[in-house]
């Protein structure tokens, strides 16, 4: 043991974990201790954090009221029941869901993560719709599970090319690089929908089930169509009954700012809708809520035994209850447009930035060859590399892995928009000077 203790955890990390299990930064971080959106790592170095555990640390680090509720459940000794017996916060918590979903007589199903979550939803419309055709958006990622994996639309995610679904992919997701991305916004629409008709007529037999979104595509880079587009979609989805499903793991709980859920940008209401990441602010915890016909669609049992257990629930219930009474969306909003004003700025001196974009607390920049639109998946190295030089940690990802991803705890302060501002600034002017 004493010999194992003398060789970096790094070393010991490789050595036992997967290859594929990627690690930020050419010397990786442990995070040791962290309050309020700071992390400190096994060094002492502290950070201010824009990327919170993958937009996860919904609310920030150590919040008393959601500590408090996770300790109290901790106090009663009961960590797990599982479902076959009631739980009076999971029954709290799915209720309060269904009526923020907006969803008509909406039902709850918890599962402990994304993935999770996005293969019960397919498995709920394929079976509610008995078809095994599913629609999806190119550059799109929903989890890593068979069937999600089956429909991402990201080669540098598709660690299998095995799927249960048959998938067609449409147009619409990342317009930057979209062959439609010169369009106006009414025009992109308008060619999104004619390829979506396209899709439908050409690549599938006709009895979709769903079409599965992401309102702003995450992994694949804060990238997303005009406001309206999946309003358009589902105009033509409710021609034939394909279900619509948003997947709003990203999106969801008001980080986009102007709305709680990403899809309402977009003037509809889906059939389903999926979560995980912000709701736990770091438990483990997703879920799908959906229209109850098609909740209570299957006739075989199904079950989650960690799903929704009384730990996650008390401690979901009280971040979900934190973000409603603080009105983490409106500062959201008022953040985000700080931050994205800046970024604005920062690209109009630099011509290394392809594009700035997103929503509320979700925002990118995507760096690119001078003056081209080539991908560079180099500066975005640098950049997370300088930016953490300077005490800020950021995300990075797209299609071509060249996009940094800004995605702070919502309950961000003006002090933190602008040193965050600062470090960006000399880290994407360190990319123009070569370094
Ligand atoms: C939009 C979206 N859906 C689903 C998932 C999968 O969630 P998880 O990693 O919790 O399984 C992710 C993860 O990043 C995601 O971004």
Redesign the pocket.
Known sequence: MADTEQIPLIDRHRAVLPSWLALYYQDPIEITRAEGRRVTDSTGTTYLDFFAG???NAIGYDVPEISGAIRRQLDTGVLHTSTLYLIRQHVELAEKIAELSGIPDAKVFFT???????ETALMLATQFRRSNQVLTLRN??????FG?VGITGNRGWSTSSLSPVKVSHVHGGYRYRSPFGHLPDADYVAACVEDLREVLLTTTSGDVACMIV?PI???GGFSSPPDGLFGAFKEVLDETGILLIS?????GWGRTGDHFWGISAHRVTPDVM?F??GLGNGL?I?GVVARGDVMDCFTANSISTFGGNPLATAGAKAALDYLLDNDLQGNAAKMGARLSAGLHDIAAGNPVVGDVRGKGLMLAVELVEPGTREPDPAAAVTVLEQTRARGLLVGKGGLHNNVIRLAPPMTLTEDEVDEALDALGHAVAAVGEGE
Do not use: M
């Open positions: 993958i937009l996860t402990n993560s994304g993935t999770e979550a996005n799109s990622y929903h989890g890593r599970a999600t992401e595509q995450g992994v997947d709003e793991v990203q999106t999926t995980a990441k483990a997703g």
